[in-house]
């Protein structure tokens, strides 16, 4: 028997897919969740911050330097007071330093 590789749609392949539909819902969730909270973020800052992974409720922040993290850890409440009140609540926000390549 000959299969036949035939390329799909990554929205396809996420729909007909479990794994890639929960990895779907995790990104978009992620993602929500940096939006609502982006105005809340100092605007030098903002541009150093990215959505990074779910995992069972706790939601990551990646940052570029330890200074950003350090002001993010200031914010922590507040910004997870915010998500609660838009109706997009996490058990715990992390902050993760991204490395940087070069």
């Known amino acids: 028997m000959q299969r036949r590789h035939q390329a799909?749609?990554?929205?396809?392949?996420?729909q007909e897919s479990p794994a890639f539909?929960?990895?779907?819902?995790?990104?978009r969730a992620s993602s929500d969740r940096l939006q609502a909270i982006r105005s809340?973020?100092?605007?030098p800052l903002?541009?150093?911050v990215q959505a990074?992974?779910?995992?069972e409720g706790s939601w990551c922040l990646l940052v570029s330097s330890?200074?950003?993290?350090?002001?993010?850890r200031q914010l922590l409440p507040a910004l997870q007071a915010h998500l609660s009140q838009n109706g997009l609540?996490?058990?715990a926000i992390r902050i993760k330093v991204q490395n940087r390549q070069g």
Request: proline letters at 11%; charged letters at 15%.
């Open 8 to 14: 799909i749609p990554l929205q396809q392949a996420a």
């Open 21 to 27: 539909a929960r990895l779907s819902e995790l990104i």
């Open 40 to 43: 809340l973020l100092p605007a």
């Open 46 to 48: 903002r541009a150093s």
């Open 52 to 55: 990074g992974p779910m995992d």
């Open 66 to 72: 330890n200074a950003v993290a350090a002001k993010l």
């Open 89 to 91: 609540p996490v058990t």
